[in-house]
């Protein structure tokens, strides 16, 4: 499937990824996050995203690298985004998110962050706009045509 946007952040951010999410939808547009995915929902979920944001971050913690489901996530993600048209990284995001980032940046993706960065980094500049809050991000989709 195609998606126009890939949506990444922080698990423990699960509030705002939902929003946007949300934002992009009522624009009409698809969107791909990981936190929709089957392992974390319903009877086949191999991780209890019900618990919440900081309690699936402690689960996954504990798998190893070797672990088929951490493989099959990483798969997922990578396949997502080959076949999305735009990244979008909701601030605060953690070490995935920002790899995710390069990744599509490298790929020739728009970039594109919602949030205040933590600290400055020259790096920020892949982004072709950085929105100050989820409110900016959603005026832009409702009129720029993406």
């Not at 423990?12 to 990981?34: G, H, P, S, Y």
């Not at 504990?62 to 999305?84: G, H, M, P, Y």
């Not at 953690?94 to 790929?107: L, N, Q």
């Not at 500049?125 to 959603?138: G, K, L, Q, V, W």
Request: hydrophobic share 40%.
């Amino acid at each position: 499937m195609k998606y126009k946007f890939f949506v990444a952040g922080k698990t423990r951010n699960i509030d705002k990824l939902q929003e946007v999410l949300r934002m992009i939808r009522a624009n009409k547009k698809t969107a791909w996050c990981f936190i929709e995915k089957a392992y974390f929902h319903g009877a086949d979920a191999k991780l209890d995203f019900d618990a919440g944001g900081d309690s699936v971050m402690e689960q996954f913690e504990k798998l190893t690298l070797q672990d088929e489901l951490v493989k099959q996530i990483f798969d997922d993600d990578l396949e997502a985004l080959r076949n999305s048209e735009n990244f979008v990284l909701v601030l605060p995001a953690g070490t995935s998110g920002h790899m995710e980032a390069g990744i599509a940046f490298g790929m020739g993706k728009k970039c594109y962050a919602i949030g205040v960065p933590e600290k400055t980094e020259s790096l920020y500049h892949i982004f072709d706009r950085i929105f100050t809050d989820e409110r900016e991000f959603e005026n832009f989709l409702s009129g720029s045509g993406e």
